[in-house]
C-alpha cells in the first residue's frame, strides 16, 4: 500500500476530475474508491470538493465511461467507497453525504464510508475500525461488510 505524502490543509481537497481506484469484488460488481488519507479540514470546500468527486464517479459508473475502460463491469451492480484512513469524515460533511448517498442509491448505486487504520509493519493490509452504508435511509449509517 502506498499513502500519499502529507500536505497542507489547503491541498488535502479531493480532486474531481480523478478516478482513484477501480475493483470488481468476489461476486462481479464494481468498486469504485475514493482515497482520504489527509487528516480532515472540516471546511465548506473540502466538503464542496469531495461532493464533486461524487458526483463525478457516479457519471463515470452511469454515462459509460466505466463500461468502455471496464467491459466486464457492464451491467453490474456499483459502489462507491470512501476509504479514509483519518477518521470518519467530519459531522458536517455527514449531512451532504446522507443526502448524496440516497440519489446515488436511487440510481442504482450505493455509497460507503470505510474507516481504516494505517497497517503496522509487518502487516500490509488496513485492519477495518468501521464500514457504513451512507444515506438519510440508513440511521446512524448501517454497518456493512465490505
Known sequence: MRLRRRQSPSQSLFDPEK???VTQDASGGANLYVVQDQPWIAGEAETESLEQKLRTYASFALEGQMHRMYPELRGRPWKIIL????GPPPAACWERLSALGDAIRD??????????????PPETIPPTIRTRRVGRRWPEGERVDL
Open 19 to 21: 478516478i482513484d481506484l
Open 83 to 86: 476509504d479514509t484512513y483519518v
Open 107 to 120: 440510481l442504482g448505486g450505493d455509497l460507503i464510508v470505510h474507516e481504516m487504520a494505517i497497517p503496522e
